[in-house]
């Protein structure tokens, strides 16, 4: 059951329209749509199974969609490289947060710069305006005094963090957060929490998987729950998260 609510009066950054991906013996999406608009911050609820990783993989370029489309403002992104859906600007960071681990932060920062067409001195001595978007982000992320650490010996939390300042290097469109909270000790929930938010007043959008009811319900401007494949509801939070529909998929109430 759709719910129609309101919605921010701002472009659409992604839009998502009828998504399906099928796996042999299982329809993992079955026509799913969203969209994301201009300086939101939009959560992706649902039960396990409801097809939210496979939703991120299919954006990204990881899997091809059976059927539907994916658009980054206008361009049809529908199934291309993972990369060149990057350089449109698509970022994603994952779950398990991956970093180099030999690496200082801001050597991880450098690593996730545009890499087409350049070579490792480039990379490692990068431009004016590029080191200080380094080192911006890695302010506002809470870890400047932590700059020339070994990202290895961060914590779950500060690697977090980490990938989250990178997944912004490139300035992109949006930025697509697997379960941001996910595994971090709570006292490093709420640094996350306020670094998001202050990252997307600053201008960043995002689409957020989140488990976290109360850190979906902090966040997310507006929420879209997934079950079996499809869309089960959406609105905002205190509207989407409280429907006795998505409380039964959810929760088994």
Known sequence: MMTETKRVDSKSVLEIDSLRKEFPGVSAL??????????EIV?????????????????????EPTDGEVHLGETDITGEFTSRIVRRGVSRAFQQARVFPGLTVRENMLANQ?????????????????TDRMNDLVRQVGLWDLRDRKAGELSTGQKKLLTIAAALMQDPE????DEPTAGVNPNLIDDIINTIVDLNHDGATFCIIEHDMDVIHTLSDYVYVLNNGTNLTEGPPEVALDNPDVLEAYFGE
Do not use: Q, W
């Open 114 to 130: 545009d890499h087409e067409d350049e070579n490792v001195v480039r990379t490692l001595f990068s431009n004016a305006e590029m």
């Open 30 to 39: 079955d026509g799913v749509s969203l969209e994301i608009k201009n300086r």
């Open 43 to 63: 959560g992706v609820i649902g039960p396990n199974g409801a097809g939210k990783s496979t939703l991120f993989n299919c954006v990204m370029g990881v899997y």
């Open 174 to 177: 949006i930025v697509m957060l």
